[in-house]
């Protein structure tokens, strides 16, 4: 089991950036998925990035351009770079891992990954 921690949220006014790490732990490296999805009350899970080691990052097309998906592989640690950060970027954001699949076509289905974290709040004020 993958035990995922993140860090890195706050509070910013719109234009303004933040960093999010997501450190992993009890991990088997290949293949993999790893991905950040946000989450507002009400609202069901939304994936924003995705990398895994066969494909290049995948966004959501509202976060392209504005957000950085990568990884440390040597700490074990996703980070997602978040800039020119709008209101609606305001989310609870989780990461997500599953082992022994690489991303494939379903990288953006909450349903198809088995460890989380506990969530990191990010606020964006206009």
């Known amino acids: 089991q993958v035990q995922l921690l993140e860090s890195g949220g706050g509070s910013v006014q719109a234009g303004g950036s933040l960093r999010l790490s997501c450190a992993a732990s009890g991990y088997t490296y290949s293949p993999y998925c790893r991905a950040w999805f946000r989450q507002i009350p009400g609202n069901e899970r939304e994936g924003v990035a995705a990398?895994?080691?066969?494909?290049?990052?995948i966004y959501a097309d509202s976060v392209k351009g504005r957000f950085a998906i990568s990884k440390d592989n040597a700490k074990n640690i996703l980070y997602l770079d978040m800039n020119n950060l709008k209101p609606e970027d305001t989310a609870m954001y989780y990461c997500?891992?599953?082992?022994?699949?690489?991303?494939?076509?379903?990288?953006?289905?909450?349903?198809?990954?088995?460890?989380w974290g506990q969530g990191t709040q990010v606020t964006v004020s206009s």
């Open positions: 997500a891992a599953r082992v022994g699949r690489y991303c494939d076509d379903d990288y953006f289905e909450a349903a198809k990954y088995n460890s």
């Open positions: 990398i895994d080691s066969l494909v290049g990052p």
